[in-house]
């Protein structure tokens, strides 16, 4: 058996979110650690500025509030956790997702993966990616899509992943999710695992929403059309290629 746990981003003042997950983990059997959330109401200019590059060319069209931010250093140190820990991996769920009954045995399914991969989504956001590529396995397919879906409400990323996104993201221009869509950037391996292990749950609202409005967040058209047409490109050349080199892998 590979060397793994899984970790729960919860904030410490919401104990109630935590309480659910507790919950829903030991009906499933399964053992976790709680990642302390960075809390973006606590988050000082200083400490902002020294993670945040808001005028990077490639920056985010919208300007990242501080619960965006707190979430990208939240993850950031369950990422820290599973290099500190050596783990060979780690499934990391935030504290506002549904956990299906087949969430132990995808767990099993992911330690079972050869050593290709960084990270796996199990979860997506409502709005739907295609499937470009599929690899069967028993009860599951591990794929990749035209885009890569948002969120990061649960997945599990790798030791040699983790190490990836540490060194790629000491300082950020994107929230969490858009930012791990230019997977290429950070020379990530990532796929998706379905049937997907997770949903977000629709009784809850999030964090990063309650506590600072990302629709009155300062805004650049111009940057927001940029940021498509290269993005566009750049994706479909890299899915393009990654594809490529897996059907050549599964032919040797």
């Given amino acids: 058996m590979s060397n793994h746990t899984c970790l729960v981003i919860n904030l410490a003042r919401s104990p109630e979110r935590m309480a659910l997950m507790n919950q829903q983990l030991e009906a499933l059997a399964i053992p976790f650690e709680r990642i302390d959330a960075v809390d973006g109401q606590q988050l000082s200019e200083v400490q902002v500025g020294e993670v945040y590059d808001g005028e990077h060319l490639d920056a985010y069209y919208k300007k990242l509030t501080r619960g965006e931010i707190a979430c990208y250093l939240s993850h950031r140190k369950a990422w820290q956790y599973i290099v500190e820990n050596q783990l060979d991996f780690a499934v990391i769920v935030e504290d506002d997702v549904e956990l299906k009954a087949n969430f132990?045995?995808?767990?099993?399914?992911?330690?079972?993966?050869?050593?290709?991969?960084?990270?796996?989504?199990?979860?997506?956001?409502?709005?739907?990616?295609?499937?470009?590529?599929a690899e069967k396995m028993p009860r599951y397919e591990r794929v990749i899509y035209n885009k890569l879906p948002a969120r990061t409400c649960a997945q599990a990323v790798s030791l040699q992943g983790a190490k990836k996104l540490l060194a790629n993201t000491q300082c950020f221009h994107r929230p969490i999710d858009v930012d791990l869509q230019y997977?290429?950037?950070?020379?990530?391996?990532?796929?998706?695992?379905?049937?997907?292990?997770?949903?977000?749950?629709s009784d809850q609202v999030s964090v990063i929403d309650a506590q600072s409005s990302r629709n009155r967040a300062q805004r650049s058209q111009w940057q927001k059309l940029r940021n498509m047409w290269h993005f566009f490109w750049q994706n479909r050349y890299h899915t393009k290629h990654k594809i490529a080199a897996l059907i050549a892998a599964n032919k040797r």
Avoid: C, M, N, T
């Fill in 104 to 133: 132990p045995e995808v767990i099993q399914a992911v330690s079972q993966f050869p050593a290709d991969w960084d990270y796996v989504k199990l979860a997506e956001h409502k709005r739907k990616r295609r499937v470009v590529y």
């Fill in 183 to 201: 997977w290429w950037e950070k020379q990530l391996d990532v796929f998706g695992l379905v049937p997907y292990a997770a949903v977000p749950r």
